[in-house]
């Protein structure tokens, strides 16, 4: 493996395993530990077991690549299981769960870039990579059954998304400075953009309610008629306001600032029901 590729997917993953990590205890209610594989520049292939359940997504910058993620097929179904009752309703699961930690690890990969690095449009699909690609095992799962079952994640990134991810970006653009050395690490992040989402309300579905929401379908929220709504950043609640009119779009007046005690307190409460339930679907 090329140090280019190496470097391409050490960055791809370092960005993706954590946010992996957090998507499966948030989907299933269990810490299911990804381990790195061992050296991403070996020789060799190591295939799981049985079918391979593959899934790829493109990522899209001022260019766009792909890469694909393998797991074995009864990994997949050991992982969703306690969430997802019905075999019919797991791989969906799984798809959704996996779609999340992408878009996590693209938001985590754009930091330092000029423009960011976005999941398409389009869910994770089916599809295994070329059939000439140096596939190896660069993760595994530790699955608890009786015992804990490693099993390999599968990884592979096409030749846009190695370029994509390691080819050179021009600096953001800042004020001249004659020692940009001792400018503060706020400084620096200071043109870095934050995901702001207003939260109408929520809701607490279970899974397979969410797999029979269609078009005309109602989604009561927790939340009445003319009171605050939250402004979400990270999936942390920072203000709440009230939603107002702007020049013909909607915006939001603030009303109250949330103390980082208060931000604490809905964050550990929104932890404890995650063993219980999906996490609460948010209305934007």
Not at 198 to 218: D, H, N, Y
Not at 233 to 247: K, L, T
Request: aromatic content about 4%; hydrophobic content about 40%; proline content about 7%.
């Amino acid at each position: 493996m090329s140090d280019k590729r190496q470097d391409a997917v050490g960055a791809f993953l370092d960005a993706w395993i954590p946010e992996f990590e957090k998507s499966l205890e948030m989907f299933t209610g269990h810490t299911v530990p990804v381990k790195r594989g061992g050296d991403i520049g070996g020789e060799g292939t190591l295939q799981p077991a049985g079918e391979i359940l593959w899934n790829k997504q493109v990522l899209e910058c001022e260019a766009s690549g792909a890469v694909w993620i393998g797991i074995a097929a009864d990994a997949c179904s050991q992982l969703t299981a306690s969430t997802a009752p019905e075999p019919s309703d797991r791989e969906p699961l799984y798809r959704e769960l996996l779609k999340q930690s992408l878009e996590g690890a693209a938001h985590i990969l754009s930091t330092g870039r000029s423009q960011r690095i976005v999941c398409s449009m389009h869910a994770p699909e089916g599809g295994a990579p070329p059939s000439d690609s140096p596939i190896m095992p660069l993760a595994w799962l530790a699955i608890e059954d009786r015992e804990p079952i490693p099993a390999p994640i599968l990884v592979w990134l096409d030749t846009a998304l190695t370029e994509l991810l390691v080819g050179k970006e021009q600096p953001l653009p800042g004020p001249p400075s004659e020692n940009r050395e001792e400018t503060s690490s706020l400084e620096r992040l200071a043109d870095l953009e934050l995901p702001v989402a207003v939260v109408l309300g929520r809701a607490a579905l279970k899974i397979q309610e969410v797999l029979k929401l269609t078009a005309g379908s109602l989604v009561e929220l927790d939340r009445r008629a003319g009171e605050a709504v939250e402004i979400v950043v990270h999936n942390v609640v920072v203000a709440r306001g009230e939603v107002v009119s702007v020049s013909g779009n909607y915006g939001v007046r603030i009303l109250e600032v949330i103390s980082h005690k208060d931000r604490f307190a809905i964050q550990a409460t929104a932890a404890s029901r995650l063993p219980r339930m999906l996490p609460k679907a948010a209305i934007n």
